[in-house]
């Protein structure tokens, strides 16, 4: 029954291109509250932007969440699609697709599972597929605050292109990339209300590459925050960032992407 899920649909996106870089933000994504007997939990979010340049260019977003209770168990769904259209070619871009199982969550210390599939991202991820085994501890929880950490391992494979490479920076063989990786991640997740108004929610993520004398780390962050304007409105600012130390091709190491959402629930 469509009473059972909290439905967000975004009105207003401003502010910057989306997109999720190299990894999920993992901890900006629904979820069940371990004291509660809810069984859903949905996001369903959206936008469409339009301009003339040299010819119309169109971009539509559509994301979509869902958090299901299973017994002590908690599955989480997720999908994001990019659509961009330039004039009559049409081109796919910033898709994904993410798993994630957390077992028996009335736990403190529980393990989760990930699985994820990108496709297409702007700055030159042509496809990445990866699989991430963590324990997660919960540090604190009242009704207020929320402090959550996790670490693990993951196995990455990853094929990169040159289309967000600077021209300058462009190496005689432009040929895609291919890398499997199995890396070492760990995050520290924090979610704080005051008075029911205003809602904070923040992470830092950290991965490294386990391969002798090929480090590679990324570093990356996330912070929301939202002020309740009414009982169906709420209004977030999102800022979303990642440090690439050592990038399998010659982009920029620094990416982040910020926008402001004003939020519907029902």
């Known amino acids: 029954m469509i009473r059972h899920y909290h439905l967000y649909v975004f009105l207003l996106l401003i502010i910057s291109k989306r997109g999720y870089s190299q990894f999920l933000f993992t901890e900006s994504f629904v979820l069940i509250p371990v004291d509660t007997h809810q069984h859903y939990s949905g996001v369903l979010a959206g936008s469409f932007s339009s301009q003339t340049q040299k010819s119309t260019v169109n971009q539509l977003v559509a994301r979509a969440e869902v958090a299901m209770r299973i017994k002590k168990n908690i599955l989480t769904l997720a999908n994001n699609t990019q659509l961009f259209t330039n004039g009559s070619e049409t081109v ?12 028996d969550i009335t736990r403190s210390l529980y393990p989760e599972y990930f699985a994820q599939y990108q496709w297409l991202e702007a700055r030159g991820l042509e496809r990445k597929l990866a699989l991430t085994a ?3 501890k919960r540090i604190f929880r009242d009704e207020r605050l929320i402090l959550a950490t996790g670490a693990g391992f993951l196995l990455e494979y990853e094929k990169w292109n040159y289309m967000g490479v600077a021209n300058e920076r462009l190496p005689a063989n432009t040929n895609a990339v291919e890398v499997v990786n199995p890396r070492f991640n760990c995050y520290f997740s924090y979610n704080q209300s005051f008075k029911k108004l205003i809602n904070i929610d923040a992470a830092v993520y950290y991965y490294l590459n386990l391969v002798p004398n090929l480090a590679r780390p990324r570093v990356g962050t996330h912070l929301r925050m939202g002020y309740r304007i009414n009982k169906h409105l709420m209004y977030n600012l999102n800022l979303r960032a990642m440090n690439d130390y050592d990038p399998i091709v010659p982009v920029n190491s620094l990416w982040y992407n910020f926008n402001n959402e004003l939020v519907y629930t029902l």
Do not use: E, T
């Open 92 to 103: 796919l871009s910033g898709g994904y697709l993410f798993a994630r199982f957390r077992k």
């Open 134 to 136: 963590n324990m997660r």
